[in-house]
């Protein structure tokens, strides 16, 4: 990152270039039920830890024969576990999402060449002269977005190293004909060096039309204030995103008692107005309703369903994650209704196992997060704990039934992919079984009468040609 450039002074002349782009905070009475759940909320400090763990990854380094990633980033992805704090009434991607949030995504719609307005916490209303091109953009699932409606040239940066992400992404639009992400020349917001910060002077250099980031996540960043965040707002544009519903966690204090949680496609809605694309996200959404109809009426009766483990392992060591918890981690498993092995235990960012305890859990099957083109080579795990005297006892590596499973920081393209994927790996004589796969390669291909949901479909939707 650039440390040496300055910060322009011209104030007045970049406040006016981006005047029209504003912020209207709508606070107060738009204060939702939803974060007043204490059960659920966890600390801030918690919450900022774990995206540090996320985000500090290195590129992939494994150790021969070990299937453990070494780095200064080597806890990535527990970001994934959950406290436990189910609620009774749990907002979930498993849900129709036709008219989830039509109410409140615009608040003014002038026609495709007029102004507009897309409402979302925690930034309250922003409005737009026009959509934007030029994006900022932190996390992959804000990426896959911009993709799936046809703006992903729109794209200007990602929060961690491009290829580590680009790569998931390509995994995937594999077998979506047509569909890409050029990642090429995008700038990285963050150093990955074990600290995970923005420079603001980067801000100013990439001189976006949008912040496609929560700013409640920026603030959780050392050295970043409150009038920082009002600050680019003020003088460059508007921010937009929604982080913390990932686990629905708590936000830092600024934001805490106005932020609300949305399950992802709610989330994908409200990028989709931004982009003025509501036809596209329909579309999707119909896909995504249709997947979600053939697994639920398929699904086996509850008493034959298996026990379910999700995990990362490193170095020797479990981080288990709860996979029925709320928020859009969990969108690719939650809807598979199968039954969480830690559900009983206390289960937090900081929760490991040693292969004793995780042979007491003894899951019928193991799922290890970031497993397709990500940080972690499962086939090369799945040996190390076959070859280890306690991991050998599994029931899951006796099995066979250790498997990749996906990023939890997953757009709409992904997750319909990562549903299928999981849908296979829990209910193969439901769904057809999951095949092999080899780390680094591609989404594997499925035989069109195995595959839950049409290819085709979804890449003419992306192309604009369905």
Known sequence: MTNDDTIPTDASTRRDSHERQRVISRRGSERSERTRRDSRERSEGEAVEEERLLTSLPRREYIKGTGTLVGAGMLAGCSGNETDGASTTETTDDAATD???????????????????????????VEFESVP??????SLLYADMAVAYGHGDAVNSLGFDSDAGGNTLDAYYERLDGVSFDREGLTQLNTGSGGVNIDKELFYELDSDLHMVDPALVLSFDGWKKSDIDEIEEKIAPWFGNTYSRQHSQPPKAYRDNYEYYTLWEIAEKVAA????RERY??????????????????????????????????????????????????????????DAFAEGEVTYQTTYDFETILKVDPDVILHTFGVASYYDVAQI???????????????VKNDAVYP???PVQGPLMNLF?????????????????????????????????????????????AGTN
């Open 133 to 138: 091109a030029n994006v900022m953009v932190y």
């Open 99 to 125: 008219t989830t949030t039509s109410a409140t995504t615009t608040e003014s719609d002038g026609g495709e060449s007029g102004p507009y307005s897309v409402t979302m916490s925690p930034m309250g209303t």
């Open 382 to 396: 799945r040996k190390t704990l076959a070859d280890h005297p306690v991991g050998s006892k599994l029931t899951a």
């Open 282 to 339: 329909e579309a999707l959404a119909s896909v995504h309703d249709d997947l979600l109809e053939r697994i639920e009426s398929n699904l086996p009766p509850e008493g034959e369903r298996p026990t379910v483990g999700s995990v990362i392992f490193m170095q020797g060591t479990f981080y288990p994650s709860k996979i029925n918890t709320e928020g859009f981690a969990n969108a690719h498993v939650r809807p598979l209704g199968a039954i």
């Open 418 to 462: 990562q549903l299928e994927m999981t849908a296979k790996q829990l209910y193969p004589e439901q769904f057809g079984e999951w095949p092999e796969y080899e780390n680094g390669d591609p989404y594997p291909e499925i035989p069109k009468d195995e595959q839950l949901f049409d290819r085709g479909r979804v890449a003419g939707i992306v």
């Open 405 to 407: 499973s996906g990023n």
């Open 274 to 277: 931004v982009f003025r694309e």
